[in-house]
């Protein structure tokens, strides 16, 4: 959780990043304000300020006219919690932005403006699903048109999933 008093250090410029309160839903978020920019959310977190209508005021107010470090954002990240490496999933099979995730403990880690392009993706997090369920039904319909032994049923299901994964 990184939802503690603990500071921590920034996955992509090393700086230890800062604890920004949000009011509306009464947790700390880490924000890399002396760096890049960046910002670190666990799981729970995240469920909480990915949506559009879903108030980040706090946030905004600490990153607007600041002036931010570039960083290479294809650059590997280890988890600021956890210490596992981090993996990069796509926000959606739109491609979207670039999440840095850990499945260890379900951090996530959005470069500067990352997560206001993730959030402005979709209207809701219904639009969301909705469209993966979309998407994972023209996977199926595209390999039912393929001649049934060219493709699998389970390399089928593994698109599937390693979609979902992406997506997620
Ligand atoms: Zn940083
Ligand atoms: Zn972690």
Redesign the pocket.
């Known amino acids: 959780m990184s939802d503690t008093l603990d500071e921590i250090i ?6 230890p ?1 800062k604890k920004i309160y949000l009011e509306t839903q009464k947790f700390n978020v880490d924000i ?1 304000l002396d ?4 910002i670190y959310l666990d799981n729970r977190e995240t469920n909480k300020i990915d949506e559009k209508q879903e108030d980040i005021t706090p946030i905004l107010e600490a990153v607007i006219n600041k002036q931010f ?1 570039k ?1 290479d954002v294809t650059a590997k990240r280890i988890c600021p919690v956890c210490g596992h490496l981090m993996v990069k999933n796509n926000s959606s099979h739109l491609g979207g932005v670039q999440i840095d995730e850990c499945y260890n403990c379900g951090g996530k880690f959005f470069d500067k403006d990352e997560l206001i392009k993730f959030r402005n993706e979709f209207e809701s997090e219904e639009d969301r699903i909705k469209a993966f369920n979309e998407y994972s039904k023209s996977i199926v319909a595209s390999a039912n048109a393929e001649f049934l032994g060219k493709k699998t049923y389970g390399s089928m299901i593994n698109d599937i999933i390693k979609s979902y994964k992406e997506f997620n």
């Open positions: 920034c996955p992509a410029c090393h700086k990043m890399c760096g890049c920019g960046g470090e960083v």
